[in-house]
Nanobody
């Protein structure tokens, strides 16, 4: 069994920054490392949007156009964690943010975190 535990959300003013963390925990004691991890977000009344993705073994990360140049996805393999650094936040970035694990990088998210709320006020 695998759990993804997010943290770091909160409320900030426009132009501010937040750093989201996602810890990958294998609850049965086994080590689990997906080939891909991603961050998604969903605002009320809107569809879930993929905002960033990373290959754990290396390679160019993915960013949605709406966050390119402002958000940075990174990983710490020693801590089995993935992060999303969010700068120059805008009110339209307000959403519930989720991390997800795509074990084989095939586009299917096998595990999801519980979500962390990000609220940006103008």
């Amino acid at each position: 069994q695998v759990q993804l535990v997010e943290s770091g959300g909160g409320s900030v003013q426009a132009g501010g920054s937040l750093r989201l963390s996602c810890a990958i925990i294998a609850t049965n004691g086994d080590h689990y490392t997906p080939y891909c991890m991603g961050w998604f977000r969903q605002a009320p009344g809107k569809e879930r949007e993929r905002v960033a993705g990373i290959y754990i073994t290396g390679g160019s990360p993915f960013y949605a156009d709406s966050v390119k140049g402002r958000f940075t996805i990174s990983q710490d393999n020693a801590k089995n964690s993935v992060y999303l650094e969010m700068n120059s936040l805008k009110p339209e970035d307000t959403a519930m943010y989720y991390c997800a694990a795509d074990t084989f990088c095939n586009g299917d998210q096998d595990y999801w975190g519980q979500g962390t709320q990000v609220t940006v006020s103008s």
